[in-house]
């Protein structure tokens, strides 16, 4: 496997740089990590990235990078996450990290950097040499004004090697104060998001954003009749997170902003994806993400009919606070329900359950 293309490898591995990455004595034990608390500083949060997860660590454990350990009595749930001794070499080898040596500062303190990169004169960083003189080169080359380009592109061009920027950018080269992506005219992509304009009758309406792809069809199929939505956008489970930015080209085929509406599973990761998204739209200037509360109060009426909830093959995600907030005046109601590990999936209100509502339109959209 590639470890730069795994991203609780590429956490994991950033932990260890920075717990003790430039030790000058030799550790006795494995480095590890809580799986929990190492799926959280990766940013996996949805059901369907946490197998993914899963599936990634098992796949590295039988390749002999890391070791597991289970939950005591629960062997299906993982507990512990750790670096073999012996295999440290490898994984600074597969990340390209070299611990500094008195040769390498000398060679920081000496060496012609370009004005992006002075602060190498006296910083102490963990990079390979001939990296950090490959930027250097890329900033003395002459050229005209720099173009903004996606950063896998520039990294291409300054390594030859597309993902290369990609892993620099959790290292100490980046830290405030020090280089930029800017400095290097290249910028981090957001995902294309799915999405369908409404009927004539919507235009200047809200977009509504869906979590799943099933609810995404519904609620389409169901907007080209009513109207209720300039848009209907695929979210694509956690990838909306950072995928949100896109929604200004989506803005801007339909005439300019405008609110944003999500609707996504009633459980924690469901809340935890709007939420950050919401604090990376306004970032960026665009209109705050809210809850689309007529859907949730639809769901919410599915929760009598449930059974209790039956063992499930990964740990119940914590409900934060701050997610819970998102929903507003509504979080009073489901708090309840959500504190004690319930969840209601999106799905319940499918096209079958939306063919037959009879709300009006001040009431599927009030007023902001």
């Not at 480095?31 to 996996?44: C, D, H, N, Y």
């Not at 996450?81 to 600074?92: N, R, S």
């Not at 109207?227 to 489970?237: K, T």
């Not at 606070?321 to 209601?344: I, N, Q």
Request: proline share 8%; charged share 20%.
């Amino acid at each position: 496997m590639n470890l730069l293309q795994v991203p609780i490898a590429v956490e994991l591995f950033r932990q260890w740089r920075t717990a003790r990455g430039e030790r000058e004595t030799a550790a006795r034990r494995p480095f590890s990590r809580r799986w929990e608390e190492l799926l959280e500083a990766t940013g996996i949060d949805s059901a369907s990235d946490r197998r993914d997860a899963e599936h990634d660590a098992r796949e590295l454990a039988t390749a002999g990078w890391i070791t597991l350990k289970s939950v005591p009595l629960r062997p299906q749930l993982l507990e512990r996450i750790a670096i073999p001794l012996e295999q440290e070499t490898g994984w600074c080898r597969a990340f390209g990290y070299v611990a500094p040596t008195d040769d390498t500062a000398r060679l920081l303190r000496e060496f012609a950097w370009e004005p992006a990169l002075a602060f190498l004169t006296t910083a102490r960083v963990t990079l390979p040499l001939a990296d950090l003189q490959a930027l250097n080169a890329w900033l003395a080359r002459p050229a005209p004004a720099i173009v903004p380009v996606p950063i896998k592109e520039r990294s291409l061009e300054i390594f030859g090697d597309e993902k290369r920027l990609d892993g620099l950018l959790n290292s100490s080269l980046f830290d405030a104060g020090r280089l930029t992506t800017a400095a290097l005219g290249c910028f981090l992509a957001s995902e294309p998001l799915g999405w369908k304009r409404g009927p004539a009758t919507a235009v200047g309406q809200p977009v509504l954003i869906l979590e799943n792809a099933a609810t995404w069809h519904s609620y389409d199929q169901w907007n080209q009749v009513h109207g209720h939505f300039s848009a209907v956008v695929y979210g694509g489970g956690n990838r909306f997170r950072d995928s949100v930015t896109f929604l200004s080209e989506i803005f801007r085929e339909l005439g300019g902003p405008r609110r944003i509406l999500y609707f996504g599973d009633l459980d924690p990761a469901g809340l935890r994806i709007p939420r950050l998204a919401n604090h990376r739209a306004v970032a960026a200037g665009l209109p705050p993400v809210e809850p689309h509360l007529w859907s949730y109060r639809q769901l919410w009426t599915f929760q009598p009919t449930l059974p209790p909830p039956t063992e499930v093959n990964s740990e119940p995600m914590t409900l934060e606070a701050a997610d819970l907030a998102w929903l507003g005046k509504f979080a009073e109601t489901v708090h309840p329900w959500l504190s004690a590990g319930r969840r209601l999936a999106q799905e319940h209100i499918g096209w079958t359950h939306l063919q037959r509502t009879h709300a009006t339109p001040a009431e599927i959209l009030p007023s902001g």
